[in-house]
Nanobody, 119 residues
Framework: QVQLVESGGGVVQAGGSLRLSCAASGRSFSPFAMGWFRRAPGKEREFVAAITYSGSSTRYADSVKGRFTISRDSAKNTVHLQMNSLKPEDTAVYYC????????????WGQGTQVTVSS
């Protein structure tokens, strides 16, 4: 079973940048897509970004498109989320995910890392 550990969260002022990383361990890096979700206080969890195993295809939530960039290094079993032009509404716990099944459900989740954007 894969384990996912996120890092890179913190407190930043609006307009600033953060880079989240997620390290996968526990099995060899199978050809699964990886992604990020977030949960803001008082809100439901929402999709942020995803990337295919090869890294050739990515998709983003409309709310982060043009500001966030997802990338991965399969040789190092890591995925990153570069977040620029951060807004207070980006404040949330960010979760790394993988093991997406044919129905689109993500089977493995990290513990999450807090991102706080101050105005």
């Amino acid at each position: 079973q894969v384990q996912l550990v996120e890092s890179g969260g913190g407190v930043v002022q609006a307009g600033g940048s953060l880079r989240l990383s997620c390290a996968a361990s526990g099995r060899s890096f199978s050809p699964f897509a990886m992604g990020w979700f977030r949960r803001a206080p008082g809100k439901e969890r929402e999709f942020v970004a995803a990337i295919t195993y090869s890294g050739s295809s990515t998709r983003y939530a409309d709310s982060v498109k043009g500001r966030f960039t997802i990338s991965r290094d399969s040789a190092k079993n890591t995925v990153h989320l570069q977040m620029n032009s951060l807004k207070p509404e980006d404040t949330a716990v960010y979760y790394c995910v993988t093991d997406q099944d044919v129905s689109g459900n993500w089977g493995a989740w990290g513990q999450g890392t807090q991102v706080t954007v101050s105005s």
